[in-house]
Structures are given as structure tokens and as C-alpha cells.
């Protein structure tokens, strides 16, 4: 009823209000309140939070209202911090409170209950997308760059001089404390690389401007070519014009797989990487070429020491070439990043 009296759009950010508050006109207050918990939710202090990520959203925005949470039960401390009483926080703002679960509804109206189990290296949001669920729904278009980005080959690590800058949103800030985006793109590589190439995209911060030869990785995906195998890194993995480099096989990528991933990898072509990253969490669903079909997912941690500057944080292509053998140069297509600014 609020969306439809007010341009089919949901309420602003409330601030430090209940994001019920806004609903006062239309409900009274004992809806509220669960009772499994305080017995005493109100417009005021509601038991239940609403996704703050929608705040603002055109109802028409919303992309897949099936899939999109509206409202869960929430995590309600005796000394309750979160003033505005919404899921701020996609891991940790849920509460799995009835049987080791939760009831939720989405922006279509229909309700459901989860209880979901976090496995090691996981996070909650991560569980929550492989069943389905949409948490970016209402996302901005932050970057878009279907243009090619390819390094050239030499020997040990290269990256490519056109590496991109990263937008406002996707590092931390003071309006960004906790900087949540998708980051998507298609990469390839050529055929034939010698022992140990290996393929990756990754945030990258330069020690100074845009240099390619010293700076550490922040976190990236890589497919060792080689031995076809894909794997997520989120350690400081290079410093300095020698560099070292570090697998880091932080989950199964796919059903009963544990470790790294190994798959009929056809370098010419191209696999697509869906990253999302909600503060320290990164999340990355692999599909590959060339239908597209999901591969696996990959759950980890961000390693967020040495982040830099707010201008001074980038985003690129990397190959790792060995002297002697053919040529391993990368290409990243199509990329593309969502979020909130």
C-alpha cells in the first residue's frame, strides 16, 4: 500500500528511524513483534528488518521480485545498535531463529522459510545466492566496458597498461564503510602456454600511479592453463618486480569437488566469472563457453590490507608467461560492475 501512494517506490533510507516508522499509517504496531524473541516489537523497534539495499528502489527496477529479499527476521540485540532496525548486513543482520532458520519474504509478496548451513570459508549471503536469491536486486550500472583489455607476453607476470580504475562504490570509503558490488566479465587466453601460465583478472594497488611492476594483488581469479584448473586468491600474492604467486583453494568450486577445479578449459574461448564482493566476503559463479552454463561457485575472504588511496585502485588483466614456450596472453571482455553509489 505504501508503494502504490507513493510512485510505485519504496521508502528512502530512514536514517536512524525504524524503517517501519514509515509504515505507521497503514498497520498497527503488535505485527511487529515476534514472539519468539522480546515479546515487545513495535513500529518503533520491529523484530523484523527490511533490506536496505531496496531503499529507494522503483518497484518497476526491481529485477526478479521472486528472488529479491524484502523483510527477514533480524538480529535483535538487548542493546539493539541497529537504530533503523534494517538488513544492513547480509551475513550477519539475519536471524535464524525458528528451528535454526528463518522466515522471509520477497518483493513479489510471498513468504518463505530457510535454514541454511555456512560451511567453512563460506558466509551467509554466499548460501543464500545458491539457493537462488537475488541480493543485488535494484543495483546501479557503476562501470560498463565491453571493450577488450589484453596484456601483452613476457616472461613472468605482465599486466595490462589499459587497467581500469575502479568506481566509487567498489572500495571503502566514508559513505562506503563496507563496499558491496557484482563484478562481471569474460576471459580467455591463448593456446598451448608453457608449465605454470596461468590467466587471472584481479584488483590491483600500485605502490605508485599505474605501475605495472610493483603492487600488490588485493584478490583475483585465475585459470592455471596448463593444468585446466580454475582458483580464487584473495592473499597479497605480489610485491615487487620479482613477485611471488600463491594458489589459494579457499572452497569447492561445484558439488563434491574439493580444492581447485578442473575442467576441459578451451583457451580461445570465453569463460564468464560473476564476482560479488560484499565487504571482506567474495562470492564468484563460473560459467563456461560457450553456453554459458554454470560451473561451480567459490566462496573466500578478502584480504583488505594495503588498499591505498581512493584514487589509486584499479582493476586489470594478468598473465603469467614462461621463457621458452608459446606466447600466454590474456583478454577480458565485457566487464562490468553493479552497485550502489
Known amino acids: ?193 608453457g608449465p605454470g601460465s596461468v590467466t587471472s583478472v584481479g584488483f590491483h594497488v600500485p605502490d605508485t600511479g599505474n605501475n605495472d611492476t610493483v603492487g600488490f594483488f588485493i584478490g583475483h581469479l585465475a585459470i592455471n592453463c596448463p593444468q585446466k584448473v580454475i582458483g580464487q586468491s584473495t592473499n597479497k600474492t605480489y610485491q615487487g618486480a620479482s613477485g611471488t604467486f600463491h594458489w589459494y583453494y579457499p572452497a569447492p568450486l561445484g558439488p563434491g569437488i574439493v580444492g581447485h577445479q578442473p575442467y576441459h578449459w578451451d583457451q580461445t574461448k570465453f569463460t564468464r566469472f560473476e564476482v560479488v564482493v560484499m565487504g571482506e566476503n567474495v562470492i564468484t559463479t563460473v560459467y563456461y563457453p560457450p553456453s554459458y552454463a554454470k560451473l561451480g561457485t567459490l566462496s573466500s575472504k578478502l584480504n583488505t590490507e594495503d588498499l591505498g588511496s581512493e584514487t589509486n585502485r584499479y582493476i586489470g588483466v594478468y598473465n603469467f608467461g614462461v621463457a621458452g614456450y608459446p606466447a600466454c596472453i590474456a583478454t577480458m571482455r565485457n566487464l562490468k560492475i553493479t552497485g550502489w553509489q
Open 1 to 193: 500500500m505504501y508503494v502504490q501512494d507513493n510512485e510505485e517506490t519504496f521508502f528512502p533510507n530512514p536514517g536512524t528511524s525504524a524503517w517501519s516508522s514509515f509504515l505507521k499509517d497503514y498497520n498497527e504496531p503488535s505485527i511487529y513483534d515476534c514472539p519468539t524473541k522480546t515479546g515487545k516489537g513495535t513500529n518503533n523497534k520491529p523484530e523484523y528488518g527490511f533490506n536496505a539495499l531496496l531503499y529507494g528502489t522503483a518497484l518497476g527496477d526491481v529485477q526478479t521480485p521472486s528472488a529479491a529479499i524484502l523483510t527477514a527476521d533480524r538480529v535483535v540485540m538487548k542493546d539493539d545498535t541497529n537504530l533503523n532496525a534494517s538488513i544492513n548486513d547480509l551475513n550477519n543482520d539475519f536471524d535464524q531463529r525458528h528451528n535454526k532458520g528463518m522466515v522471509l519474504t520477497c518483493a513479489d509478496g510471498h513468504v518463505a522459510y530457510e535454514s541454511i548451513t555456512v560451511p567453512a570459508n563460506s558466509c551467509l549471503a554466499a548460501e543464500l545466492m545458491k539457493k537462488g536469491y537475488n541480493l543485488f536486486d535494484g543495483a546501479q550500472t557503476l562501470l560498463d566496458r565491453p571493450a577488450d583489455v589484453t596484456t601483452t607476453f613476457a616472461a613472468g607476470w605482465v599486466r595490462a597498461a589499459a587497467t581500469i580504475q575502479m568506481p566509487v562504490g567498489t572500495y571503502a570509503d566514508a559513505d562506503h564503510p563496507s563496499p558491496m558490488f557484482i563484478l562481471s566479465f569474460e576471459l580467455n587466453g591463448a593456446g598451448g602456454c
